[in-house]
């Protein structure tokens, strides 16, 4: 479904500050896959995101869309197939507008049409979706969405964007500014539609419980590269302390070839 060969990204390319983010890097991500992704900050996960998105254009390699090559297109060429949920929950909706606005927007992809596309019908449809999120947000369809709480707009921000029906869903630390109740509320959320959904995802998160929790597929990495990808069972099978393990094995193993090459 989606390719990423050999995908190199260097800031500063020529410059006393140049930084190579990621490294030759190639992943296939298959239909129906839900990905989680680890690393330590700097890893460079959401440089991965921002390349797959069409925000930034790769120094070097190709990003394939069902076998089309996509690399020139821009991020907006992109949106029509990618969806993508920030750390921040005030990022994903119009706080000066009403939910039921919010809504219809995504609904219909666009401004055009935008009052007569209120109608009972998407007004019935809004609050039967709604219900999902069982936050009482189905009674709120004319109430601004900058009156609802960071947990609220999450949700709200991860529906809309499923009934949208990317076909790809990036997850960016959407949980990561909530408190501990919300974020397990939008995870639980996440989830549900994802398999309701069939939709394929990504999900970065800096818990690692998280990471083995959730998906069928655990990528981790670090200095921009994919140093572990497991799935099915073993994926299943994983603790938080054999992946520190893993971690560890690997980079010491790195380290001494890269030795070796020195020597």
Excluded: C
């Excluded at 990905?35 to 990003?63: E, H, R």
């Excluded at 990036?170 to 069939?198: G, M, R, W």
């Amino acid at each position: 479904m989606i390719g990423l060969n050999d995908i190199e990204m260097v800031f500063g390319q020529g410059t006393s500050d140049e930084n190579h983010v990621l490294n030759n890097l190639s992943l296939k991500i298959n239909k129906g896959d839900f990905i989680t992704i680890i690393g330590s900050n700097g890893a460079g996960k959401s440089t991965l995101f921002n390349v797959i998105s069409g925000k930034y254009s790769p120094s070097f390699g190709q990003v394939f869309f069902n076998g089309a090559d996509v690399t020139p297109f821009a991020e907006y060429k992109r949106a029509k197939w990618v969806g993508r949920i920030f750390q921040d929950p005030l990022l994903g909706t119009a706080g000066n507008m009403s939910l039921e606005h919010n809504m219809v927007i995504t609904h219909k992809k666009g401004f055009k049409g935008l009052r007569v596309s209120l109608n009972r019908e998407n007004r019935e449809f809004f609050k039967k979706e709604l219900v999902q999120l069982d936050m009482n947000l189905e009674n709120r369809l004319k109430d601004n969405v900058g009156n609802l709480s960071g947990g609220q707009r999450q949700a709200l921000t991860l529906l809309m964007t499923v009934l949208s029906r990317p076909e790809l869903l990036l997850l960016d630390e959407h949980t990561a500014a909530l408190d501990p109740k919300n974020a397990s509320k939008v995870l639980e959320l996440t989830d549900k539609f994802i398999s309701q959904y069939k939709l394929t995802a990504m999900m970065v998160t800096h818990n690692m419980q998280q990471a083995i929790d959730y998906g069928n597929r655990l990528l981790m990495l670090d200095g921009g590269e994919v140093i572990f990808d497991v799935s099915g069972e073993m994926k299943k099978n994983l603790t938080v302390e054999a992946l520190v393990k893993k971690f560890h094995e690997i980079r010491k193993t790195s380290f001494k070839s890269d030795e070796a090459l020195l020597t």
